[in-house]
């Protein structure tokens, strides 16, 4: 009797340990799609910014002609 009941602790525990490799593995996972989620609005987000940044680098470019063309053309109200 006392092996069965040896045999019955061990499956229990054997059992217990499967439950918590299981919980940990699902956990892995749910943390792996967490990063890989928080990646892609990372990627996407980068994008925008660049995209942003080139947009205002092309304003900076169009206000600096104005500038230079009102310079050039007289306009002594425009401060050096």
Known sequence: ???????ARKRGEKAAASQEQSAATDAI????????RVS???AQ???RA??????LGEQT?????LID??????QAALPV
């Open 69 to 74: 063309e009102l310079r050039g053309s007289g």
């Open 50 to 55: 660049t995209m942003t940044v080139t947009g």
């Open 40 to 42: 892609g609005e990372t």
């Open 45 to 47: 987000a980068m994008e």
């Open 61 to 65: 470019r169009i206000l600096q002609s």
């Open 29 to 36: 996972e749910n943390s792996i799609a967490d990063v890989n």
């Open 1 to 7: 009797m006392r092996e069965s009941l040896e045999a």
